[in-house]
């Protein structure tokens, strides 16, 4: 049984949207055209800043990360307005992954001891399908 | 017996090693001091979440420092006293080789004890490992000539009886 990615409301949050996978090409009478190439949105990306949290809770982030394989496996973020996406009153989808699909590790996470007991963890996320 | 406190009470002591005055137990006294005082300030973390309407914090890092301003006064330390030369020699050092300007003995920390005697026996006091931090030496027309130094301590009081 894998742990859930930890229910903490973040201090600061950063979201981009990804893009549809679309080309452009350029005609030689300077036309532009653009293709698309799939229906699904991609390459969401969140960073996520957890400010002076314990070092409980930091350490759940590391095993949640080692559960992950590190930045191999996905996993969902729960529902709107809980944990990470805590404090956000836009529409219910969020718009984080309104097209399906999950969230992996774009890199480790960083952790700053701040004192003794107390840490700052910073996560980036990506989305995938 | 309840009792209030003014200048006359209060009294600086340097060094860790006492002198022949068994009623003074930490250092030296240093004479014609002026004035000092001190401050004890925490840092708070912010642990304000996304949502939040009001800044949540948790306790940081604790930091004490003070102030003392001593007059110059021209007398070699004696067995119970140390003067202001003394203490403001911890920071001011001249360099080292004519040669090399930039080279010069390191600064030293000293204990310092800020208290508060009450009767011959009962005193408050705090004491640490200090820094001195600045040193501001004036001369004015019409004015005695003093140091005001600032320090730090290292780490927390050794020794908090206030």
Sequence with gaps: MTT?????????RTFVPGNYPVKAYLAMNGVEHRL???STRTQMTLQLSYQNISDTDAASFFKHFDEMKGTLFGFDLGLPDEGTKGGYTGNSTFAMNANGGEWRYSEPPTMTSIRPGVS???ITLVGFH | ???????NNGALF?????GTDTTKPAGKKIGKVSNWSFQSSLGMLSTTSLGDTDETVIPGIRQQSGSFRLYYYNQ?????EV???????????AQTLAADPGVAAEHLGFELRLQIDDTATSKYYVQGKVYLTNVSVAMAVGEVVAADCTFQVDGAFQQVTM
């Design chain 2, 14 to 18: 340097f060094g860790g090693a006492s």
């Design chain 1, 4 to 12: 859930a990615f930890p229910d903490l409301v973040p201090s600061a």
């Design chain 1, 120 to 122: 700052t963890v910073n």
């Design chain 2, 76 to 80: 070699a330390d004696t067995t119970d």
């Design chain 2, 83 to 93: 003067y202001c030369k003394t203490v403001i020699d911890t920071l001011l050092k």
């Design chain 1, 36 to 38: 698309l190439y799939g």
């Design chain 2, 1 to 7: 017996m309840a009792s209030y406190f003014s200048g």
